[in-house]
């Protein structure tokens, strides 16, 4: 059973950049694609973008301009940067599994409140 | 970019039949996936590639996708069954697009 994890700081000030972490557990990190979506409050789903671990990246158009994915295979991890916040950034974050693009998103982490305010 | 169009809220009466559609331009030549989101908690899938149902999820959900609209029907709508529902497809693949969401109350 795939475990998914994230973490970073809760709060960000406008102009900065948002940092989150999404830890995996259970299963190889070679195994899956990872994606990070989020959830402004009272809104709906928004994927941001995936990572394989051969390097490969695919970032929602509306966000490729302020967008970096990483993984660290080493410590079984991805990462999310997501830079020149403004309080539109605010959301719950998550990050979430699929096998193959075009396939579903089977696996998610609990979710990652992120505020963006001064 | 490709839109998904999906109702803000649907109402069903306890143990009758509710349908959850997402509207898009030939929304029939992608995989729809459907997912289901408690307050507070992460979504889940109830039914993936338009039709076909996890294991595990009540056979009261199904699903169908033709033309420009794809549905989630929920035949004998339970008190559990209220929640958020959101659809997903992928535009290409590399590009993920969800629906809007929709809240489902039962009456």
């Known amino acids: 059973q795939v475990q998914l994890q994230e973490s970073g700081p809760g709060l960000v000030k406008p102009s900065e950049t948002l940092s989150l972490t999404c830890v995996v557990s259970?299963?190889?990190?070679?195994?899956?694609?990872w994606s990070w979506i989020r959830q402004p409050p009272g809104k709906g789903l928004e994927w941001i973008g995936y990572i394989y671990h051969t390097g490969t990246t695919s970032y929602s158009p509306s966000l490729k301009s302020r967008v970096s994915i990483s993984m660290d295979t080493s410590k079984s991890q991805f990462s999310l940067d997501l830079i020149s916040v403004t309080a539109a950034d605010t959301a719950v974050y998550y990050c979430?599994?699929?096998?193959?693009?075009?396939?579903?998103?089977?696996?998610w982490g609990q979710g990652a409140l992120v505020t963006v305010s001064s | 970019s490709y839109e998904v169009t999906q109702p803000l809220s649907v109402s069903v009466a306890l143990g009758q039949t509710a349908k959850i559609t997402c509207v898009a331009d030939k929304i029939a030549t992608k995989s729809v996936h459907w997912y289901q989101q408690k307050p507070g908690q992460a979504p889940v899938l109830v039914i993936y590639?338009?039709?076909n149902r996890p294991s595990g999820v009540p056979d009261r959900f199904s699903g169908s996708n033709s033309g420009n609209t794809a549905t989630l029907t929920i035949s004998g709508a339970q008190a559990g069954d209220e929640a958020d529902y959101s659809c997903?497809?992928?535009?290409?693949?590399?590009?993920?697009?969800f629906g809007g969401g929709t809240k489902l109350t039962v009456l």
């Open positions: 259970g299963s190889s990190i070679s195994a899956y694609y």
């Open positions: 979430a599994s699929h096998e193959v693009p075009g396939d579903t998103f089977d696996y």
């Open positions: 590639r338009d039709t």
């Open positions: 997903q497809v992928w535009d290409t693949i590399t590009v993920v697009v």
